[in-house]
């Protein structure tokens, strides 16, 4: 948003910038995270920018993470690491595409299952990621 501060659509009142609590559901599990966004005093109304969107928008994927027992963002990262792979590497060899990896662990996109049991199998045993880049060898010849 620009300069300007934004007046409520209930009251007409000034609104003005700050953090508040926000919790989201999914299934039969909650999380309760600090949104940005700009906020009225006198009415429960809010309005959020693209970029205070992409905060809920990736609590609830971490929270979706955790109830359908997909990795966390962190843990893909830690996972990636571990391989020696850069996020270009992995979303080539694991899955995905070449942004993939960096969607995943920002938490803008949720990993599907199959990348998910790649990625706990690579953890398991490391030395697997070279059928990975064998066969992505083999497809170039």
């Not at 300069?3 to 309760?32: E, F, K, W």
């Not at 429960?44 to 205070?52: A, L, M, N, Y």
């Not at 609590?59 to 109830?67: E, I, T």
Request: charged share 25%; aromatic share 4%.
């Amino acid at each position: 948003m620009t300069d300007i501060t934004p007046l409520c659509p209930v009251t007409g009142a000034s609104m003005r910038r700050d953090v508040r609590p926000m919790t989201l559901t999914y299934r039969t599990q909650t999380i309760t995270f600090d949104m940005p966004g700009w906020y009225c005093d006198q009415s429960d109304e809010s309005i959020h920018t693209s970029e205070d969107m992409k905060v809920s928008d990736r609590m609830l994927n971490l929270l979706k993470a955790r109830v359908d027992g997909l990795l966390e963002p962190q843990e893909i990262r830690r996972v990636r690491k571990k391989l020696k792979l850069t996020q270009i590497q992995a979303g080539q060899l694991i899955g995905g595409g070449k942004r993939a990896f960096q969607k995943y662990e920002a938490g803008d996109l949720l990993p599907s299952r199959g990348i998910t049991s790649a990625l706990i199998l690579l953890d398991h045993d490391p030395s697997a990621i070279a059928i990975l880049k064998n066969g992505q060898d083999n497809s170039k010849t």
